[in-house]
């Protein structure tokens, strides 16, 4: 089973940065797309970024492209987000996934292992 781990949020105040961790283990690493996504108290969750492990593309949402960067660290396999100028609308518990698609821009459902949530709340 593909086991995944969320790590990094907390408070800060509205322009500042935090970074998530996802650990990731079960699978081979390189075979999966890991997404990073948010649900703020009252909304759908939505998709904030991914990125496949295979051959390293990107996806991001619009509401966060030039803010947000995800990245992977193949030796210790873990997925990175690194959130910078935060917004209070960045609220949210956010959470990391993985699919076996090994490619960005799939739907929610392709993503079949999830991992607990990391609180981000950002205060203005």
């Known amino acids: 089973d593909v086991q995944l781990q969320a790590s990094g949020g907390g408070t800060v105040q509205a322009g500042g940065s935090l970074r998530l961790s996802c650990a990731v283990s079960?699978?081979?690493?390189?075979?999966?797309?890991i997404g990073w996504f948010r649900q703020a108290p009252g909304k759908e969750r939505e998709e904030v970024s991914c990125?496949?492990?295979?051959?390293?593309?990107?996806l991001y949402a619009d509401s966060v492209k030039g803010r947000f960067t995800i990245y992977s660290d193949h030796v210790k396999n873990m997925v990175y987000l690194q959130m910078s100028s935060l917004r209070p609308e960045d609220t949210a518990v956010y959470y990391c996934?993985?699919?076996?698609?090994?490619?960005?821009?799939?739907?929610?459902?392709?993503?079949?292992?999830w991992g607990q949530g990391t609180q981000v709340t950002v205060s203005s």
């Open positions: 079960g699978l081979y690493f390189d075979d999966q797309a």
């Open positions: 990125i496949a492990n295979s051959d390293g593309s990107k």
């Open positions: 996934a993985a699919t076996l698609l090994e490619k960005v821009g799939t739907s929610q459902s392709d993503f079949l292992s």
